[in-house]
């Protein structure tokens, strides 16, 4: 399947009324896995590349709850940059995807909900590694 199609963008209702804007987002039903962590990450610079991993396990929904960045996302054939802009747009990433987080806003809050407990072990850190798993090294 193209990465486009295997990462792709979930854009999430706004039951705002006039009092404010709301945003929910659960487990199973706007996303397609059962929440088990989350973490944001904020005070990132412009200079930041944040990421470079790849997740033998874990799947995750990334949204720019404030300001933006960019996510680079390679699975060794194809890659793509999607800018998250917007607090009612995620992106859905798959098991061993590659991902770099970058260009941060000075008001940048990027929320990320995992679909499992943090384990460092089940992170690639190497992208020839990376490569080698995904059966593209020669
Ligand atoms: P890291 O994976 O480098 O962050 P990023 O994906 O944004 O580049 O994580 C930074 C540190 O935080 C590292 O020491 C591992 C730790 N950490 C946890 O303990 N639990 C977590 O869920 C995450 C994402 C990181």
């Not at 793509?80 to 970058?102: A, F, R, S, T």
């Not at 490569?131 to 090294?137: A, P, S």
Request: with cysteine.
């Amino acid at each position: 399947m193209a990465l486009e199609e295997r990462c792709r963008i979930i854009n999430f209702d706004d039951l705002g009324d006039e009092r404010g804007k709301l945003v929910v987002i659960e487990g199973n039903q706007h996303i397609p896995f059962e929440i088990k962590r989350v973490f944001y990450i904020y005070d990132s610079d412009e200079e930041v590349i944040r990421g470079q991993h790849a997740n033998r396990v874990s799947e995750f929904v990334l949204i720019n709850v404030s300001g933006n960045s960019k996510i680079y996302i390679d699975d060794g054939k194809e890659n793509m940059i999607v800018e998250l802009d917007k607090p009612m747009k995620g992106i859905y990433i798959p098991q061993m995807v590659w991902k770099n987080m970058y260009d941060f806003s000075e008001d940048s809050v990027l929320l990320v909900l995992a679909s499992t407990h943090y384990d460092r072990d089940e992170y690639i850190r190497d992208y020839d590694e990376y490569l080698k798993e995904i059966g593209k090294k020669k």
